[in-house]
């Protein structure tokens, strides 16, 4: 997801500073506990960074209501995002709606924006501070959160307040085969300038500034990175062997089923 990688940049320059680089990965592992709260099925996809190992085949099938515990070394790096409107039928060839890698398990492959962006950079000590935070730089599918389990108020990445797929304007939109708008564009993926993509002459703070697709993206995921200079930086470090991501958290952006008490998920 290219302008996505300058937020990883930025990140890791950070992150380096504070994760210790002679760490070396060890057996131990942390738990991924994904919760797909959407009212359809989807497929979670994961793609390391350079050097790490692929997770989960890289992508698995996640039917709605259900949950998966998916094992992660210590120490692992990389980016987590949803596939919805997926075929994998044996008689054509595999294709999602948003997020499509080409493929059930992406297996290293990075998916195909627009797409929410779950950055993840894992502590090779579990009693220091993982780092993660929520990108909406290439765009918006549906909404993501993140928790430790046991539950930290201050470690909590959560949904989105309103439903971004619903006030995406037209020039931004992704719309399908039945005319339903399945996701949103940046500013920079759809018109692919300078200026709203943060680069060259615009790749400093100072040029590069919010405009107004941006802060439509942050008006309705204040806890989500909307551009690649965001302040303050919705970059959350937190120590903890679980991790709760959930798809769809608050239902914003997709249909509610009738009948079904989302809160006993």
Not at 93 to 101: I, K
Not at 169 to 184: F, S
């Amino acid at each position: 997801m290219k302008s996505s990688d300058l937020i990883s940049s930025f990140s890791l320059i950070l992150i380096g500073l504070l994760l210790s680089p002679g760490s070396t990965v060890v057996a131990e592992q942390v738990t991924f506990n994904f919760l797909n709260r959407c009212p359809f099925s989807m497929w979670p996809a994961m793609a390391p960074n350079t050097g790490q190992p692929v997770i989960a085949e890289g992508g698995f099938y996640l039917q709605w209501a259900s949950r998966k515990l998916v094992s992660v070394p210590l120490g692992w790096k990389g980016r987590i995002w949803a596939r919805t409107g997926c075929s994998f039928a044996s008689n054509r060839p595999p294709t999602c709606e948003t997020g499509d890698c080409g493929q059930l398990g992406c297996r290293g492959l990075i998916g195909t924006p627009p797409a929410t962006l779950l950055q993840v950079w894992l502590h090779a000590d579990e009693a220091k501070p993982s780092f993660y935070d929520i990108s909406l730089v290439d765009g918006f599918n549906l909404p993501i959160s993140v928790q430790t389990r046991p539950t930290q108020p201050e470690c909590e990445i959560p949904g989105c307040s309103k439903p971004l797929n619903s006030l995406c304007p037209k020039e931004l939109q992704v719309v399908n085969g039945k005319g339903k708008v399945v996701a949103c564009k940046s500013a920079c993926l759809a018109f692919d300038t300078d200026e709203y993509c943060c680069r060259n002459e615009y790749a400093t703070p100072d040029k590069c500034k919010p405009n107004v697709y941006s802060r439509l993206f942050k008006d309705a995921c204040p806890g989500y990175y909307s551009d690649p200079y965001d302040s303050p930086r919705p970059l959350v470090s937190c120590a903890s062997k679980e991790f709760e991501i959930i798809f769809c958290p608050n239902f914003w952006g997709v249909e509610q089923v009738p009948g079904w008490n989302y809160t006993d998920y």
